[in-house]
């Protein structure tokens, strides 16, 4: 089976099994544009073209703690580089859920930092509203100096909420390490962009 067939079979599923576009976009870290598109070609309707997007599985790596540990410490290295440019100290590694904090948990341990955790949640009924908070299970982020944690950047829109909660908070977020920036960005919000992959368009 291609590719395509199985993005488009795992997105139906997806679809069958309650998930919103906006959830199945997350799932296959892939647009919500790209998500109809899938679905739409699923339905053998008359589809316009594909949208311009990548779908990014690091399975190979979060199967494994042991890859996920060496390949934390390969951003922290980055981090450490580009810290080591200003005059700022990190108080916390902030890890956006579900799938930052195994990376943030092992980042923070490697650092010798706090650890916080984000919930980004979305409104059930509408797709284009993210809402999110910090769990208190793990360190408060009053006043502290953040580096923020996740897999992927797709459309930078969690990222942008996540600054937004932190310096309302009062917290300052210094920098955003993140496996795979399908964005390109270089900063985001301000904040610098540490990505083992960016993926930069030429077309
Ligand atoms: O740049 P964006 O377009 O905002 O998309 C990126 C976000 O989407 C995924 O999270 P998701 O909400 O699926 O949670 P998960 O970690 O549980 O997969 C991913 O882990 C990022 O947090």
Request: hydrophobic share 40%.
């Amino acid at each position: 089976m291609k590719n395509i067939d199985k993005l488009i079979q795992k997105a139906e599923e997806l679809q069958a099994n309650g998930l919103v576009t906006r959830q199945i976009a997350d799932e296959l870290n892939v647009s919500r544009d790209t998500v109809t598109w899938l679905l739409t070609r699923s339905r053998k309707e008359e589809v316009p073209p594909a949208p311009k997007d990548i779908s990014v599985n690091w399975s190979n790596i979060g199967k494994s703690a042991f890859r996920l540990r060496h390949i934390g410490i390969a951003l922290c290295d980055m981090v450490v580089d580009t810290m080591s440019k200003t005059d700022v100290e990190a108080d916390l590694i902030v890890g956006i859920g579900l799938s930052g904090v195994p990376l943030a948990s092992l980042m923070a341990d490697e650092l010798e930092l706090g650890l916080s955790v984000y919930h980004a949640y979305n409104e059930q009924n509408d797709e284009t509203q993210n809402r999110g908070a910090f769990s208190r299970n793990f360190a408060g982020i009053d006043g502290k100096s953040c580096i923020i944690v996740d897999d992927v950047i797709t459309t930078g829109s969690t990222m942008k909420d996540v600054i937004k909660h932190l310096r309302s908070a009062g917290a300052k977020p210094i920098a955003v390490a993140v496996l795979v920036d399908k964005s390109g960005s270089e900063t985001i919000s301000d904040v610098p962009v540490n990505s083992l992959v960016r993926i930069v368009r030429v077309d």
